[in-house]
Protein backbone atom coordinates (compact mmCIF):
# COMPACT_ATOMS: atom_id res chain seq x y z
CA UNK A 1 0.00 0.00 0.00
CA UNK A 2 2.65 2.28 1.06
CA UNK A 3 4.66 1.64 -2.77
CA UNK A 4 1.48 2.50 -4.22
CA UNK A 5 1.03 5.71 -1.97
CA UNK A 6 4.70 6.58 -3.13
CA UNK A 7 3.43 6.51 -6.98
CA UNK A 8 0.35 8.11 -6.22
CA UNK A 9 2.26 11.21 -4.24
CA UNK A 10 4.87 10.83 -7.77
CA UNK A 11 2.18 11.40 -9.80
CA UNK A 12 0.40 14.35 -7.78
CA UNK A 13 3.72 16.28 -8.06
CA UNK A 14 4.55 15.53 -11.27
CA UNK A 15 1.45 17.09 -12.95
CA UNK A 16 1.81 20.05 -10.45
CA UNK A 17 -0.66 19.51 -8.39
CA UNK A 18 -2.25 21.81 -5.27
CA UNK A 19 -1.49 20.65 -2.13
CA UNK A 20 -3.82 23.18 -0.72
CA UNK A 21 -6.60 22.20 -2.69
CA UNK A 22 -5.72 18.19 -1.35
CA UNK A 23 -5.77 19.34 2.14
CA UNK A 24 -9.15 20.86 1.35
CA UNK A 25 -10.65 17.86 -0.34
CA UNK A 26 -9.26 15.45 2.54
CA UNK A 27 -10.47 17.72 5.68
CA UNK A 28 -14.35 17.62 3.28
CA UNK A 29 -13.73 14.08 2.92
CA UNK A 30 -12.89 13.64 6.51
CA UNK A 31 -9.27 11.60 5.92
CA UNK A 32 -6.78 14.78 6.92
CA UNK A 33 -5.42 13.21 9.60
CA UNK A 34 -4.95 9.76 7.82
CA UNK A 35 -3.69 11.32 5.04
CA UNK A 36 -1.01 13.10 7.47
CA UNK A 37 0.14 9.57 8.88
CA UNK A 38 0.69 7.74 5.80
CA UNK A 39 2.11 10.47 4.17
CA UNK A 40 4.44 10.77 7.21
CA UNK A 41 5.25 7.25 7.14
CA UNK A 42 6.48 7.63 3.25
CA UNK A 43 9.01 9.97 4.73
CA UNK A 44 6.89 12.37 2.10
CA UNK A 45 8.82 15.79 1.32
CA UNK A 46 5.96 17.95 1.39
CA UNK A 47 5.90 21.90 0.76
CA UNK A 48 6.61 23.30 4.67
CA UNK A 49 3.27 25.62 4.52
CA UNK A 50 1.52 21.92 3.43
CA UNK A 51 3.02 20.15 6.34
CA UNK A 52 2.07 23.02 9.19
CA UNK A 53 -1.07 22.72 7.82
CA UNK A 54 -1.70 18.70 8.25
CA UNK A 55 -0.09 18.84 11.31
CA UNK A 56 -2.56 21.73 12.39
CA UNK A 57 -5.11 19.55 11.14
CA UNK A 58 -4.16 16.32 12.85
CA UNK A 59 -3.63 17.93 16.41
CA UNK A 60 -7.32 19.51 15.74
CA UNK A 61 -8.55 16.44 15.49
CA UNK A 62 -6.48 14.93 18.43
CA UNK A 63 -7.83 17.58 21.01
CA UNK A 64 -11.59 17.99 19.65
CA UNK A 65 -12.06 13.98 19.71
CA UNK A 66 -10.22 13.91 23.23
CA UNK A 67 -12.21 16.60 24.57
CA UNK A 68 -15.37 14.79 22.99
CA UNK A 69 -14.41 11.32 24.63
CA UNK A 70 -14.22 12.52 27.91
CA UNK A 71 -17.88 14.66 27.81
CA UNK A 72 -19.17 11.56 26.24
CA UNK A 73 -17.71 9.27 29.27
CA UNK A 74 -19.45 11.77 31.99
CA UNK A 75 -22.35 11.73 30.30
CA UNK A 76 -22.62 7.70 29.91
CA UNK A 77 -21.71 7.54 33.66
CA UNK A 78 -24.30 9.96 34.72
CA UNK A 79 -27.10 7.28 32.63
CA UNK A 80 -25.57 4.63 33.92
CA UNK A 81 -26.35 5.82 37.82
CA UNK A 82 -29.56 6.86 36.58
CA UNK A 83 -30.43 3.20 35.32
CA UNK A 84 -30.51 4.39 31.13
CA UNK A 85 -29.33 2.40 28.70
CA UNK A 86 -27.43 4.03 26.02
CA UNK A 87 -25.09 2.94 23.07
CA UNK A 88 -22.21 5.27 21.68
CA UNK A 89 -22.39 4.97 17.74
CA UNK A 90 -20.96 6.32 14.46
CA UNK A 91 -18.11 8.11 15.01
CA UNK A 92 -17.56 8.66 18.78
CA UNK A 93 -17.48 5.00 19.10
CA UNK A 94 -15.39 4.01 15.59
CA UNK A 95 -12.42 6.47 16.35
CA UNK A 96 -11.83 4.14 19.97
CA UNK A 97 -11.85 1.03 18.26
CA UNK A 98 -11.94 1.17 14.42
CA UNK A 99 -8.33 3.31 14.24
CA UNK A 100 -4.82 2.89 16.25
CA UNK A 101 -5.72 6.23 17.98
CA UNK A 102 -8.96 8.54 18.22
CA UNK A 103 -7.61 11.65 16.43
CA UNK A 104 -7.38 9.61 12.94
CA UNK A 105 -11.20 9.57 12.63
CA UNK A 106 -12.82 12.73 13.28
CA UNK A 107 -16.56 13.64 14.10
CA UNK A 108 -18.62 16.39 13.58
CA UNK A 109 -20.97 15.10 16.68
CA UNK A 110 -21.72 13.05 19.31
CA UNK A 111 -24.10 10.43 18.46
CA UNK A 112 -25.77 8.20 21.31
CA UNK A 113 -28.99 5.69 20.71
CA UNK A 114 -31.70 5.36 23.62
CA UNK A 115 -34.90 4.03 24.64
CA UNK A 116 -38.13 6.05 23.54
CA UNK A 117 -38.74 5.93 26.91
CA UNK A 118 -35.68 6.91 28.10
CA UNK A 119 -35.30 9.73 25.98
CA UNK A 120 -36.84 12.61 28.42
CA UNK A 121 -34.86 11.46 31.23
CA UNK A 122 -31.56 11.66 29.03
CA UNK A 123 -32.63 14.96 27.90
CA UNK A 124 -32.85 15.86 31.44
CA UNK A 125 -29.49 15.02 32.76
CA UNK A 126 -27.79 16.74 29.23
CA UNK A 127 -29.14 19.98 30.41
CA UNK A 128 -28.15 19.11 34.56
CA UNK A 129 -24.60 18.60 32.46
CA UNK A 130 -24.55 21.77 30.89
CA UNK A 131 -26.15 21.24 27.42
CA UNK A 132 -28.69 23.50 25.68
CA UNK A 133 -30.80 22.85 22.77
CA UNK A 134 -29.21 24.05 19.30
CA UNK A 135 -32.01 26.25 18.21
CA UNK A 136 -31.07 26.38 14.73
CA UNK A 137 -31.35 22.59 14.42
CA UNK A 138 -34.86 22.29 15.74
CA UNK A 139 -36.39 19.01 14.42
CA UNK A 140 -39.53 17.51 14.82
CA UNK A 141 -40.96 15.24 17.65
CA UNK A 142 -41.37 12.24 15.70
CA UNK A 143 -37.87 12.55 13.78
CA UNK A 144 -35.45 9.62 14.31
CA UNK A 145 -33.17 11.71 16.93
CA UNK A 146 -33.84 14.96 19.16
CA UNK A 147 -32.97 18.13 18.66
CA UNK A 148 -29.21 18.59 19.26
CA UNK A 149 -27.62 19.64 22.50
CA UNK A 150 -24.65 21.34 22.56
CA UNK A 151 -21.63 22.18 25.40
CA UNK A 152 -18.82 24.42 25.04
CA UNK A 153 -15.85 22.26 26.69
CA UNK A 154 -12.61 24.37 26.31
CA UNK A 155 -13.91 26.43 23.74
CA UNK A 156 -15.12 23.82 21.60
CA UNK A 157 -19.17 23.20 21.33
CA UNK A 158 -19.64 19.37 21.75
CA UNK A 159 -23.11 18.87 19.78
CA UNK A 160 -24.75 15.40 20.93
CA UNK A 161 -27.77 14.25 19.03
CA UNK A 162 -29.61 11.41 21.31
CA UNK A 163 -31.37 9.09 18.84
CA UNK A 164 -34.73 7.12 19.45
CA UNK A 165 -33.52 5.57 16.02
CA UNK A 166 -29.77 4.22 14.21
CA UNK A 167 -30.93 5.50 10.77
CA UNK A 168 -33.69 7.81 9.41
CA UNK A 169 -37.49 6.89 9.31
CA UNK A 170 -37.19 6.09 5.29
CA UNK A 171 -39.29 3.32 3.63
CA UNK A 172 -35.67 2.27 2.62
CA UNK A 173 -34.33 1.37 6.02
CA UNK A 174 -35.94 -0.92 8.50
CA UNK A 175 -36.30 0.43 12.07
CA UNK A 176 -33.15 0.01 14.45
CA UNK A 177 -34.22 1.23 17.95
CA UNK A 178 -32.15 0.25 20.63
CA UNK A 179 -33.74 -3.13 21.61
CA UNK A 180 -32.48 -4.23 17.74
CA UNK A 181 -28.78 -4.19 19.09
CA UNK A 182 -28.55 -4.41 23.02
CA UNK A 183 -28.53 -8.05 23.25
CA UNK A 184 -25.10 -8.13 21.24
CA UNK A 185 -23.48 -4.68 22.10
CA UNK A 186 -20.04 -4.89 23.18
CA UNK A 187 -18.22 -2.81 25.50
CA UNK A 188 -15.27 -0.36 24.71
CA UNK A 189 -13.72 2.59 26.47
CA UNK A 190 -14.19 5.83 25.63
CA UNK A 191 -12.33 8.61 26.88
CA UNK A 192 -11.61 7.25 30.44
CA UNK A 193 -14.95 5.50 31.29
CA UNK A 194 -16.74 2.45 30.02
CA UNK A 195 -18.88 2.68 27.03
CA UNK A 196 -20.86 -0.30 25.37
CA UNK A 197 -21.85 0.14 21.38
CA UNK A 198 -23.12 -1.94 18.52
CA UNK A 199 -21.95 -5.51 17.75
CA UNK A 200 -19.15 -5.54 15.12
CA UNK A 201 -21.68 -6.78 12.76
CA UNK A 202 -24.47 -4.25 13.52
CA UNK A 203 -21.62 -2.19 13.28
CA UNK A 204 -20.55 -3.13 9.49
CA UNK A 205 -23.92 -2.92 8.53
CA UNK A 206 -24.71 0.43 9.62
CA UNK A 207 -21.29 1.56 7.95
CA UNK A 208 -22.35 0.19 5.18
CA UNK A 209 -26.25 1.65 4.98
CA UNK A 210 -25.16 5.06 6.69
CA UNK A 211 -22.71 5.72 4.22
CA UNK A 212 -23.33 3.80 1.08
CA UNK A 213 -26.93 2.95 0.41
CA UNK A 214 -28.60 6.36 1.93
CA UNK A 215 -31.52 7.77 0.02
CA UNK A 216 -30.70 9.35 -3.32
CA UNK A 217 -31.37 12.83 -2.04
CA UNK A 218 -28.47 12.28 0.73
CA UNK A 219 -25.09 13.71 0.43
CA UNK A 220 -22.37 11.07 -1.93
CA UNK A 221 -20.41 9.13 0.78
CA UNK A 222 -17.23 10.51 1.89
CA UNK A 223 -14.03 8.39 1.92
CA UNK A 224 -14.02 8.92 5.51
CA UNK A 225 -16.89 5.95 5.06
CA UNK A 226 -14.49 4.14 3.22
CA UNK A 227 -12.00 4.27 5.54
CA UNK A 228 -14.27 3.03 8.62
CA UNK A 229 -15.38 -0.22 6.86
CA UNK A 230 -11.73 -0.91 5.82
CA UNK A 231 -10.50 -0.38 9.32
CA UNK A 232 -12.81 -2.63 10.78
CA UNK A 233 -12.65 -5.30 8.29
CA UNK A 234 -8.96 -5.54 8.02
CA UNK A 235 -8.76 -5.03 11.78
CA UNK A 236 -11.70 -7.21 13.04
CA UNK A 237 -12.08 -10.33 9.92
CA UNK A 238 -10.86 -13.31 12.41
CA UNK A 239 -13.71 -11.52 14.98
CA UNK A 240 -16.70 -10.66 12.71
CA UNK A 241 -19.58 -13.53 12.56
CA UNK A 242 -19.28 -13.53 8.65
CA UNK A 243 -22.39 -15.85 8.46
CA UNK A 244 -24.40 -13.84 10.73
CA UNK A 245 -23.61 -10.99 8.55
CA UNK A 246 -24.23 -12.37 5.39
CA UNK A 247 -28.01 -13.18 6.58
CA UNK A 248 -28.47 -10.17 7.36
CA UNK A 249 -27.14 -8.30 4.37
CA UNK A 250 -26.36 -11.12 2.13
CA UNK A 251 -24.73 -8.99 -0.91
CA UNK A 252 -21.90 -7.37 1.42
CA UNK A 253 -19.10 -8.72 0.54
CA UNK A 254 -19.96 -7.71 -2.81
CA UNK A 255 -19.76 -4.41 -1.69
CA UNK A 256 -16.32 -5.13 -0.37
CA UNK A 257 -15.17 -6.21 -3.39
CA UNK A 258 -16.11 -2.73 -5.53
CA UNK A 259 -14.02 -1.13 -2.58
CA UNK A 260 -10.83 -3.21 -4.02
CA UNK A 261 -10.91 -0.81 -6.96
CA UNK A 262 -10.81 2.69 -4.79
CA UNK A 263 -8.31 0.95 -1.85
CA UNK A 264 -6.92 -2.56 -2.62
CA UNK A 265 -8.10 -4.88 -0.02
CA UNK A 266 -4.67 -7.41 1.29
CA UNK A 267 -4.59 -10.76 -0.49
CA UNK A 268 -5.42 -12.49 2.56
CA UNK A 269 -8.67 -10.42 3.10
CA UNK A 270 -9.47 -10.98 -0.58
CA UNK A 271 -8.50 -14.82 -0.40
CA UNK A 272 -10.40 -15.09 2.67
CA UNK A 273 -14.22 -13.41 2.17
CA UNK A 274 -14.05 -14.42 -1.72
CA UNK A 275 -14.10 -10.85 -2.95
CA UNK A 276 -14.64 -10.92 -6.77
CA UNK A 277 -11.87 -8.48 -7.83
CA UNK A 278 -10.88 -9.71 -11.46
CA UNK A 279 -12.38 -6.70 -13.47
CA UNK A 280 -12.57 -3.22 -12.49
CA UNK A 281 -16.18 -1.62 -12.97
CA UNK A 282 -16.45 1.66 -14.87
CA UNK A 283 -16.42 5.17 -12.90
CA UNK A 284 -14.87 3.65 -9.97
CA UNK A 285 -15.30 6.45 -7.43
CA UNK A 286 -18.06 8.26 -8.76
CA UNK A 287 -20.59 9.11 -6.37
CA UNK A 288 -24.57 9.18 -7.29
CA UNK A 289 -24.85 12.65 -8.88
CA UNK A 290 -28.03 12.91 -10.73
CA UNK A 291 -31.69 14.10 -9.24
CA UNK A 292 -33.00 14.25 -6.68
CA UNK A 293 -29.90 15.12 -5.14
CA UNK A 294 -29.43 17.26 -7.82
CA UNK A 295 -32.54 19.60 -8.81
CA UNK A 296 -33.35 20.53 -12.24
CA UNK A 297 -34.30 23.72 -11.32
CA UNK A 298 -30.50 24.68 -9.70
CA UNK A 299 -28.80 23.87 -12.78
CA UNK A 300 -28.43 25.80 -16.10
CA UNK A 301 -30.53 24.80 -18.98
CA UNK A 302 -27.51 23.37 -20.67
CA UNK A 303 -26.76 20.63 -17.97
CA UNK A 304 -30.22 19.30 -18.24
CA UNK A 305 -29.30 16.54 -20.65
CA UNK A 306 -26.72 15.74 -18.23
CA UNK A 307 -28.53 15.70 -15.23
CA UNK A 308 -30.88 13.68 -16.85
CA UNK A 309 -27.86 10.68 -18.19
CA UNK A 310 -26.59 10.77 -14.57
CA UNK A 311 -30.06 10.16 -13.14
CA UNK A 312 -31.05 7.27 -15.60
CA UNK A 313 -27.64 5.53 -16.12
CA UNK A 314 -25.25 6.30 -13.53
CA UNK A 315 -21.66 4.90 -12.97
CA UNK A 316 -21.46 1.36 -12.53
CA UNK A 317 -19.70 1.17 -10.04
CA UNK A 318 -21.71 2.97 -7.57
CA UNK A 319 -24.75 1.02 -8.88
CA UNK A 320 -23.27 -2.32 -7.89
CA UNK A 321 -21.85 -0.90 -4.47
CA UNK A 322 -25.60 0.88 -4.03
CA UNK A 323 -27.16 -2.48 -4.77
CA UNK A 324 -24.76 -4.72 -3.98
CA UNK A 325 -25.18 -7.19 -7.78
CA UNK A 326 -21.90 -7.71 -9.62
CA UNK A 327 -23.22 -9.33 -13.08
CA UNK A 328 -25.54 -11.71 -14.75
CA UNK A 329 -29.70 -11.56 -14.57
CA UNK A 330 -29.45 -9.79 -11.22
CA UNK A 331 -27.26 -6.91 -12.32
CA UNK A 332 -29.04 -6.18 -15.46
CA UNK A 333 -32.67 -6.23 -13.33
CA UNK A 334 -30.59 -4.17 -11.24
CA UNK A 335 -29.49 -1.41 -13.80
CA UNK A 336 -32.70 -1.51 -16.02
CA UNK A 337 -35.93 -2.20 -13.22
CA UNK A 338 -34.46 -1.21 -9.46
CA UNK A 339 -32.54 2.01 -10.06
CA UNK A 340 -35.25 3.23 -12.36
CA UNK A 341 -37.76 2.01 -9.70
CA UNK A 342 -36.21 3.87 -7.30
CA UNK A 343 -36.30 7.20 -8.96
CA UNK A 344 -39.78 6.90 -9.65
CA UNK A 345 -40.51 6.36 -6.28
CA UNK A 346 -38.54 9.45 -5.59
CA UNK A 347 -41.07 11.36 -8.23
CA UNK A 348 -43.87 10.51 -6.84
CA UNK A 349 -42.58 11.30 -3.49
CA UNK A 350 -42.31 14.85 -4.97
CA UNK A 351 -45.50 15.13 -7.03
CA UNK A 352 -47.33 13.62 -3.53
CA UNK A 353 -45.52 16.96 -1.72
CA UNK A 354 -46.32 18.76 -4.21
CA UNK A 355 -49.61 18.53 -4.81
CA UNK A 356 -49.96 18.99 -0.54
CA UNK A 357 -48.20 22.25 -0.67
CA UNK A 358 -50.94 23.35 -3.40
CA UNK A 359 -53.96 22.51 -1.06
CA UNK A 360 -52.30 24.11 1.66
CA UNK A 361 -51.83 27.23 -0.44
CA UNK A 362 -55.08 27.33 -1.88
CA UNK A 363 -56.71 27.10 1.77
Known sequence: MYFLLQQAVAAFTGSGGDWGELITEAEYQGV??????????????????????LQGLCL??????????????SVLTRCRAAGIEVLAVKGVALSTFAYSEPGLRPMRDVDLLAAEKDLSRLQEILVELGFRLVEEESVPDDFYHLTPLCKEVE??????????NLLPFHAQYQRWPLE????????????????????????????????????????PFRLIHVADLVSLVETYRHEIDWQL?????????????????????QDDVVEELHLVVDDAPHGVGRPYRGW???????????QWWKLTRETIWPAQWWLQLYYGHLDGVWYHRMRWFEHPRTVWRWMKTYARAGRKSSKRDTR
Not at 155 to 164: F, M, N, Q, W
Not at 194 to 219: I, K, M, N, V
Not at 246 to 257: E, I
Open 292 to 302: PQRKLTEEPLS
Open 60 to 73: RSRRANAIRGETTA
Open 245 to 265: LQHHQPRFCNVLSRLHFLTPW
Open 180 to 219: RSLAGARSITIGHGEARTLSLEDTLTHCYLHGFQAPLTYE
Open 32 to 53: APLLAKHLSAIDCRLPRETRRQ
Open 155 to 164: GLPVPIEVHR
